[in-house]
């Protein structure tokens, strides 16, 4: 099977523009979570969908919104970018909620400047 | 919320020497613990995890114990290798019967160990 698939592998947007990264998970996995990763906060959680619902979010503020598809399929979306939010942004896939392991993706780098 | 902390930050051993990584977690809701392993520049790879209705398991050269009183889990790796440096990750999270909560699904990470094994 194709692991989890995330296009683009690298952004570069200036401060106040919006971004979509997009997330393709394995096939017949139902769950996605999205993941922040920086060095200084390491990895932070964002929020996870399953059956094109959020279920789960973390503690980012509203700039950062998500959605999945009916194919499983999940977009991230940052509005008015921050040097801040510079960062690796990873999805996983799990094949369902209650069900354990979260593959990774190999990241979206996005630099703002 | 869960807070997982991880420590070392860094380790460094020599080839064939073991390695012991610890994280410790807040939630005693947190019934399942993964780790992971990042190389540079790589997506972070599932390598073990447990179960809170496992003390221990074990995966070749690698094992993992818990210890859910204390709130501890431990990453082994036994007989290092040069290809065993990259950056670890425990995690931790609450699935199945222990959901509802906000932690549901939600993987806690440690703040990572970056180990080197010297040849």
């Known amino acids: 099977k194709a692991g989890v698939t995330q296009t683009p592998r690298y952004l570069i947007k200036t401060r106040g523009q919006q971004v979509t990264l997009s997330c393709s998970p394995i096939?017949?996995?139902?769950?996605v979570s999205w993941y922040q990763q920086t060095p200084g906060q390491g990895l932070q959680f964002l929020f996870e969908y399953f059956s094109e619902t959020q279920r789960n979010k973390g503690n980012f503020p509203g700039r950062f919104s998500g959605r999945q598809f009916s194919n499983s399929r999940s977009e991230m979306n940052v509005s008015t970018l921050e040097l801040g939010d510079s960062a690796l942004y990873l999805c996983?896939?799990?094949?369902?909620?209650?069900?354990?392991?979260?593959?990774f993706g190999p990241g979206t780098r996005l630099t703002v400047l | 919320g869960e807070n997982v902390e991880q420590h070392p930050s860094t380790l460094s051993v020599q080839e064939g020497d073991s390695a012991v990584i610890k994280c410790t977690y807040s939630d005693s809701a947190s019934n399942y613990f993964p780790w992971y392993k990042q190389e540079l520049g790589k997506r972070p790879q599932l390598i073990i995890d447990i179960r809170s209705n496992v003390g221990e398991k074990k995966d070749q050269r690698i094992a993992v114990t818990l210890n859910k009183t204390a709130k501890h889990f431990s990453l082994h790796i036994t007989e290092t290798q040069p290809e065993d440096s990259a950056v670890y990750f425990c995690?931790?999270?609450?699935?199945?019967?222990?959901?509802?909560?906000?932690?549901?699904?939600?993987?806690?990470f440690g703040q990572g160990t970056i180990l080197t094994v010297h040849p």
């Open positions: 995690a931790a999270c609450t699935t199945g019967a222990n959901a509802g909560g906000t932690s549901y699904g939600k993987l806690t």
């Open positions: 096939s017949g996995h139902r769950s």
């Open positions: 996983a896939s799990s094949l369902n909620r209650g069900y354990n392991e979260q593959f």
